[in-house]
T-cell receptor, first 113, second 115 residues
Framework: NAGVTQTPKFRVLKTGQSMTLLCAQD?????MYWYRQDPGMGLRLIHY???????AKGEVPDGYNVSRLKKQNFLLGLESAAPSQTSVYFC????????????FGPGTRLTVT | GDSVTQMEGPVTLSEEAFLTINCTYT??????LFWYVQYPGEGLQLLLK???ADDKGSNKGFEATYRKETTSFHLEKGSVQVSDSAVYFC??????????????WGLGTSLAVNP
């Protein structure tokens, strides 16, 4: 099993450009999450999904959109990138209500110039 | 609101030294507590967990005990190795809307172990 994969691994954008980050999991997990990790700020939840076709806002959703059209995929979109969105983005998934553990992908390092 | 506070790093130790990374929390109800580890260039992975008071989580020589009276979940290891060099995150799990069990994260503590 690949677990949780993220593409791309690295990306450089100019201010105002758009892009989509793809997260895929092969564990048949219901819950999926997008976080950003910034120095000195730990992990912050951007958006999450509790099942196929559902999405919800986390702590820092502004400037991002998400979609969960298929259970195994969770997409994070930036419509108009800003330098403040320079960060490392992690996707995670979790199986069921009873299971606590979140499984993380390897991350995407995004730089917006 | 719910929060996690962990000791600031970086922590630098020599191989075979004793490790303690402090973590305290504020939460309503009865949260579950976790330690995650992030090795360089990788995503986070669960190191250990405890789901109720007085539980001890353990894995790879690391231990942490859920202390409700002191609202703490300190991470310890008796003899660290160079391969333990990583960033360690304390987290707690709370239920929120939709029974999502959101994780609340500490800021992370960087550990460097020298040979």
């Amino acid at each position: 099993n690949a677990g949780v994969t993220q593409t791309p691994k690295f990306r450089v954008l100019k201010t105002g450009q758009s892009m989509t980050l793809l997260c895929a999991q092969d564990m048949n997990h219901e819950y999926m999450y997008w976080y950003r990790q910034d120095p000195g700020m730990g992990l912050r939840l951007i958006h999450y999904s509790v099942g196929e076709g559902t999405t919800a806002k986390g702590e820092v959703p502004d400037g991002y959109n998400v979609s969960r059209l298929k259970k195994q995929n969770f997409l994070l979109g930036l419509e108009s990138a800003a330098p403040s969105q320079t960060s490392v983005y992690f996707c995670a998934s979790r199986g069921t209500v009873e299971v606590y553990e979140q499984y993380f992908g390897p991350g995407t390092r995004l730089t917006v110039t | 609101g719910d929060s996690v506070t962990q000791m600031e790093g970086p922590v630098t130790l020599s191989e075979e030294a004793f490790l303690t990374i402090n973590c305290t929390y504020t939460a309503t109800g009865y949260p579950s507590l976790f330690w995650y580890v992030q090795y360089p260039g990788e995503g986070l992975q669960l190191l250990l967990k405890a789901t109720k008071a007085d539980d001890k989580g353990s894995n790879k020589g690391f231990e942490a005990t859920y202390r409700k009276e002191t609202t703490s979940f300190h991470l310890e290891k008796g003899s660290v190795q160079v391969s333990d060099s990583a960033v360690y995150f304390c987290a707690l799990s709370v239920n929120n809307a939709g029974n999502n069990r959101k994780l609340i994260w500490g800021l992370g503590t960087s550990l460097a172990v020298n040979p």
